[in-house]
């Protein structure tokens, strides 16, 4: 650990000499704020990895806060709380916080916004970012369609939002692509983070006869549901659920920010920085089907390694669907 | 052999309701600072900062403000419904339904004037809070059915109608599917008196002079006070007990909605599951710990508004959530705490006499 530390001390001091007169990472601090807990075994987390990653990597000075809600109100007053000590670069990881960013950044053009998972950004310091994470949800309907008896699939999933819907399809033709007879159906929690919403959500859909669990969401509820009966799952953001659900977990897609962190931080230290947005697909890293567990068909298996090397390639193209829900889903974008 | 017994204080120092929450602050703050200490945090840092952001400047003062008009609109709420000795639980979902009903409004309704507007939109959502408390009150007054248990369920009533609303009938078309109807228009947002203190805090004291009013010094507020002290007096006195608490619900529910009502057109601008942060149970605990005195709210209310700002910056000097959450909660325990030694005093008794 301490050699890594030395390591990459020595790497710092030889990209800070090499670039000389640009600024330097001194200059810069940056403030991530969370919807859940940074420890939420999901999305948050898989953002907090990130962030460590960042400071492993440049030496920036980070500080987070978690359980911010999609409030206006709630993300100006942390924000504020960061540009008051100083920090000038800013994550907002929900898409809730979307409209106070917008506007912050028009308040505040010293400082960096970045808004992972909206739509909007300026010209001079807000930027969105994203990743392309219906590529390994195809990916992982790929197993859920081999691994189903009962041929219903259940799918616990927190807003209507495009983002979700084009999950949601690309899982299902996943699905449709290994077992035509499978359908997958759609429960709607309307939180992110919200362990009770979830676990309820998916007990209704066990209890419905479904045999496997996916889900949009940030804690490892459903997981836990699946566990207590006997279901598999399909868990998502990252793979701590494993542990808490070892005989459910199948596999998950899974995020790994940190790469994207640095880059976009040492673009703003060496003055490259642009406001385009980013949407990161597997071929970069950001997005991917963490390993299958041994529960998963061979062939299975063998097929999910070759559609993973097609994508990445690019010879294969995932579907983007957001209106609606393609056949073999149940459920309404509309409820 | 001596007993000790808890006995009520027959005068109460009005202030120390104040006292009382200054001498809950210090405990916070003291088990705070250990508890800091043992995170490897400098609390001296940490609540300087949070001082800083709460009301350092005219721009945190005004944000902390802003965050205690919901609270005290809805806490003078409460104490008016508590004159006849009833409770309100249901502040929570009458901050909803103020904010529907002002919303319908607005959706329905061609502006000719903007600022009369503005007074139609906070009117309707008095309305709105009144509305929703009709139900327990009406169920109270003719039935006995017990108000604490009718008003708290309403809340999931109104939370589920929110729901529905804002992913279906009135969801933003511009919001991608996420569940908030669609923004009110700017010429109706409340406007600001400095900083970013909105006209709800004028609306708030005002209200807290007229509650204070009609309470203490009105025929209405001493009928309401026999009516909740003894129902035999009320009748010896030729009055309608169950028409004033009727009456009292009404109003107490309205203050409430209005609370929702201002809190839209300052705040949010948008009917959403976001527009109540749980105001309407905090509003409980301020009327509760200010022994129902609207002064008493107005000021408590105040503090905790920056109590909440101070809180949520906590984390952003390192300091975990959950523990921000504990010195939150310990600053109000020591509040309760305290509330209660200026309340009570112990006597002892003796029994061998």
Known sequence: MRRRWAVGLILISILTMACGGAASVDEYKAAFVYVGPADDGGWSQAHDVGRQYLVEQTGIQTEYTALVPEDATEFRTVAEAYIEQGYNIIFGTTFGYIDAMAEMAEEYPDVIFLHCSGYLNNDTNF?????KMYQPRYLSGLAAGAMTDSNKIGYVAAFPIPEVIRGINAFAAGVNEVNPDATVEVVWTFTWFGPEAE??????????????????????????AAEAAGAKWISYNTAYGQDSAPEAFVTAPVWDWGPYYVDIVESIIDGTFTTESYWGGMETGLVSLYDLSSDVPSETATLIAEKTEAIINGTLEVAIVEEEFISNVIGTVNP | MNKYLLSKKIVINELSTFYSFLIGLSIGIGIGSIILL????????????????????????????????PLILAGLGISIINSVKLWNIGAEGQIFMGGIALNF????????????????????????????????????????VNEIITTLLFNYIIIGLTIYLVNGPWKDPGSLNFPAATYVGKEVYLPTVFGRLSYGFIICFLCTIGVHYLKEKSVFGYELRISGGSALTAIYAGINAKQKAFIAMLIGGGLAGLAGGVELLSQTHRVSTGLSQGFGYTAIIVAAITGMRPFGIFLVGSLFGALTIGGSVIQTMGVSSYIADVIQATTLFGALIAQFFFTYKIIKVSEDV
Do not use: W
Request: glycine letters at 8%.
């Open chain 2, 38 to 69: 043992t995170q490897g945090q400098n609390p001296i840092e940490v609540f300087s900062l949070m001082l800083r952001l709460s009301v350092g400047s005219v721009k945190s003062i005004s944000t902390s403000l802003n965050k205690a008009i």
């Open chain 1, 127 to 131: 930027a969105n970012y994203f990743g």
């Open chain 1, 199 to 224: 676990t309820q959500a998916a007990n209704a859909l066990l209890e419905t006869g479904a045999d496997v669990l996916a889900q949009h969401q940030d804690s490892a509820a459903t997981g836990l």
């Open chain 2, 105 to 144: 409004l607005y959706i329905n309704t061609e502006i000719s004037s903007p600022n009369l507007m503005i007074v139609y939109l906070l009117i309707t959502s008095f309305i709105g809070g009144a509305v929703c408390i009709l139900f327990p009150a009406i169920a109270k007054v003719l039935f006995g």
